[in-house]
């Protein structure tokens, strides 16, 4: 497809529960990021690929949280164990190149709802 | 730690009036500015860029932006709005070093009424 492409576009998961959240980049992209925007707030960053070496994890708030993006392309956001906090939009970027003036382009986002 | 602030929260504004959205970011470097769209039920978009040169940026849809280094700020202006830029907006800044994750404000929601 022509944009960065996200599944499910919504999730409905019981706390406790495993949560996968798929992002399928713009092809040839080499850089991909995931971000979370909880309800009013802007997005806010969780982690970043170059290929499929994750070089930044910095904003993961947990270690219930796992990114991995094995072939370089499609990547999964994994949450185990979810909690109430976790309920958020969580979207995907790419980029082309790892340079800082390329534009990211966004996903529709997935949003993440824990009862 | 780098942030973006954006003064406006929410904006209503009527069709031709002029608009103007603050953004201020907080770190001293060679910075990335962005802004960002996101119309109902859409995938933010990117609306315009400054990365260097000319300090006054123009994007799609007839926005603009003023880069002023000395206020740290990068404001969002449209000389008259429509109802089809109801929408939210947000600014947002490269942090540098290797990642060039995107800092983002928590964004202004425009209305525009016919």
């Known amino acids: 497809g022509a944009g960065v492409s996200q599944s499910p576009r919504y999730k409905v998961a019981k706390r406790g529960q495993d949560v996968a959240l798929r992002c399928d980049p713009i092809?040839?992209?080499?850089?991909l990021f995931w971000y979370q925007q909880a309800l009013g707030q802007g997005p806010e960053f969780l982690t970043y690929?170059?290929?499929?070496?994750?070089?930044?994890k910095s904003g993961l708030p947990s270690d219930r949280f796992f990114a991995e993006r094995p072939e370089g392309s499609v990547s999964t956001l994994k949450i185990q164990r979810t909690q109430q906090e976790d309920s958020a939009v969580y979207l995907c970027?790419?980029?082309?190149?790892?340079?800082?003036?390329?534009?990211?382009?966004f996903g529709d986002g997935t949003r993440l709802s824990i009862l | 730690a780098q942030s973006v602030s954006q003064h406006n929260h929410h904006v209503i504004l009527s069709e031709a009036a002029s608009l103007e959205l603050g953004c201020n970011y907080s770190?001293?470097?060679?910075?990335?500015l962005f802004w960002y769209v996101q119309y109902p039920g859409q995938h933010l978009q990117l609306l315009l860029k400054y990365f260097s040169g000319d300090p006054l940026v123009k994007g799609i849809k007839g926005f603009e932006a003023e880069f002023i280094k000395s206020k740290f700020s990068f404001n969002l202006r449209k000389p008259s709005v429509q109802w089809s830029d109801t929408a939210e907006y947000f600014c947002?800044?490269?942090?540098?070093?290797?990642?060039?994750?995107?800092?983002f404000g928590t964004g202004t929601l425009l209305a525009v009424q016919p």
């Open positions: 970027a790419s980029s082309f190149g790892q340079i800082s003036n390329q534009p990211q382009h």
């Open positions: 092809s040839g992209h080499v850089s």
């Open positions: 947002a800044v490269t942090s540098g070093g290797a990642t060039n994750k995107l800092i």
């Open positions: 690929f170059q290929n499929e070496a994750q070089l930044d």
């Open positions: 770190y001293g470097g060679t910075v990335n």
